[in-house]
């Protein structure tokens, strides 16, 4: 019985939690209904877990009111499903609702109260166009911010220009993050975009929000994501080791740095700290590379690397599929895709494949697997580690 | 040590869960942002449980996006709070939000891994237009049945009607939970309308959708509630005792009553097994009354009175102050107001006085409160039980 914070309650050892089965839809641009690609997802994930009855369904999604028109969603959802009278809760957090999903339904399955949960996570973006898509996803900026005409590629450009300043990065070396991701991605048949690019055609791709051009953005994206968690041990299945969350100040003027998120930093000390593991354990990891310099102060904030040495981690190639730790080998946001309220829980999926060996392009056998997503310009971060069955 | 189905985790015990602190802004419409309100709220709650840091804020709001054009609220929220980096997370059930928020709030500390947890539920609605908060609040129905005309009012009236078919409910008897919460609403300092009505003022009001009338439906409300959840006991301190959450199918088509909810039936009967006790048990209750008949299909649904028998309830004052069971002390959504992702928080918050002996209109000592919260037309339905201090 571990000692360590978090893993007991108050009154005892609590539930411990797994992973039974998982699934989710191809990523792109998709022609179906909210509702039906997360039957699509639900349904595998169903079929991977064997179980056929839930005591809670939890339903993700970022902003459905405002890019479909649809509210309502946890009811929704659950009766297309055909899982009424389940208990079905919606959960959002911007951009890392799936990992906010999978935090909520832990807690109930780690109170003992919920035996089989089943989470769902999906977005519709491609029906408005992209100029409208991009200004809803600006809500999730401040206020005063957002009124100087801050946007989400805007600051993510703040960033990544500083970082360059600080630490020496060059945009060939930012870009070798999408060659590498969209690399991984060819191989993922969920992945949005599967095609090859080259560091001179990311370089000389459009400007966006400068110094990111078009390859540095994740995709915008439909598709839905799904797992079944229970309480206690099952054969071949994959445990929850350990979460971490943490939140940051709205406004970027409020920060002490763009170079280094302290949202990532704190969900990452508490992820390690309840699994009892630290950076060097881990053996696969999916990093929220919406921006390509995300995926760089990602693997620094997640202590893989030392601050300023994402730049050099990424040249040598040990963020790699051979690298010491292979990063988004799933294609990453970059390339899989990003229906935004579906990435967190997409994460979780694509690590459950690594660590039960049936990834679409495996990383070396790893015993732990780290997902982190980053919420509006990282002000709702959350870290997730998982460990492959024994 | 009880032996009650979902008292136990998988491996012992889990964490009970005390209500530490509550507060309220007064309801009504309310000049301030919506992150004004919240705090106010939640100041009052801090204040009242005597804790000021927390391991995690929970968020409830029903539609930001389409009342305020304003997303990512759990970082919106806990900013505006101070308590960054605390993890913060939003929770969404349509108008059941409230007591939705409760429940996954509930989960975290009964797990052991959250042993503070600060709950925060609020919406401003009178922003827009009521022509517009009454479109916005038919988006929770079923898109065919928005598409034939529906609205909330619309499907309460049919409701309505076919309760008065079955059971001869007059229009001047269901006018009388009006003027009930109406004149319990006068104590109430948090209440929006602190007016007592009569019958004939009742039935003369304008038609909203046959046979409801405009003092049979809730106001537009801005407002927000807070409560402070902890993991073990605590000296005078209110515990929660049990939970319940069911769905229903979105289309009311599809039901086989209009007169009773399956959704509060089965959320009644999870959470009266796991608080280990029986409807007539309970001293004290809040039940959602956004329509004068969705209070008296609830007394019945809950047990409290059996199928029919709720419209004589009502008469002979068997839900009033001195009555068998007092309903809605508060003045209910009816009178205290309803910013529909409050409310359901806003109920807890009501009873949690009660069990103190603190409400503005108290009722006989009780030891145990019931909330019933409604989620869009009775598809996501929660029950809570409170114990008093003991």
């Known amino acids: 019985m571990s000692a ?86 919606r959960v959002e957090t911007a951009s890392s609702t799936g990992a906010a999903l999978f935090d909520a339904a832990y807690y109930a399955v780690a109170s003992g109260k919920v035996e089989r949960a089943l989470l769902v996570a999906g977005e519709v973006m491609t029906r408005v166009s992209t100029r409208r898509a991009t200004t809803l996803m600006t809500g999730v900026i401040d206020g005063d911010e957002r009124a100087h005409g801050a946007t989400m590629p805007a600051l993510a450009g ?15 070396e930012m870009a070798l993050v999408a060659v590498k991701n969209h690399r991984n991605g ?9 095609k090859e690019i080259t560091v001179e055609e990311a370089i000389a791709s459009k400007i966006v929000s400068d110094p990111l051009r078009l390859y540095d953005c994740a995709p ?34 409020m920060r ?24 060097s354990d881990i053996g696969v990891a999916e990093v929220h590379d919406a921006f390509t310099i995300f995926e760089i102060i990602g693997t620094e904030d997640l202590g893989f690397f030392a601050p300023g040495e994402g730049r050099r981690a990424v040249v040598e190639g040990a963020t790699g599929p051979e690298g010491r730790i292979p990063v988004n080998l799933s294609g990453g946001l970059k390339a899989r895709g990003h229906p935004v309220g579906a990435s967190g829980l997409a994460q979780i999926v694509e690590l459950t494949w690594q660590l039960r060996g049936e990834a679409a392009y495996p990383s070396r056998p790893a015993r732990w697997g780290l997902a982190q997503s980053i919420g509006g310009l990282a002000t709702n971060n959350l870290v997730t580690i998982l460990e492959a069955p024994r």
């Open 4 to 89: 360590l914070p978090g893993t007991r309650g108050r009154l005892g050892r609590v539930t411990e939690v797994f992973i039974a089965g998982v699934g989710m839809t191809r990523f792109g641009r998709r022609p179906e209904p909210l509702a039906d690609l997360v039957l699509e997802a639900a349904e595998r994930a169903i079929a991977d877990s064997g179980i056929e009855e839930f005591d809670a369904v939890f339903v993700g999604a970022m902003a459905p009111e405002t890019f479909l028109d649809v509210s309502n969603m946890a009811s929704v959802v659950v009766d297309h499903l055909g899982l009424v009278p389940a208990p079905a809760v």
């Open 158 to 172: 703040l960033s990544a220009r500083r970082y360059m300043h600080e630490y020496g990065l060059t945009p060939e």
């Open 186 to 194: 060819v191989a993922n048949p969920h992945a949005q975009i599967r």
């Open 220 to 253: 915008i994206s439909d598709g839905a994501a799904a797992v079944v968690l229970v309480g206690g041990a099952r054969r071949g299945a994959v445990r929850v080791a350990g979460l971490g969350h943490a939140t940051d100040r709205l406004a970027v003027e």
């Open 256 to 279: 002490d740095s763009l170079t280094t998120f302290a949202s990532t930093r704190l969900s990452a000390a508490q992820a390690y700290r309840r699994a009892g593991i630290g950076p």
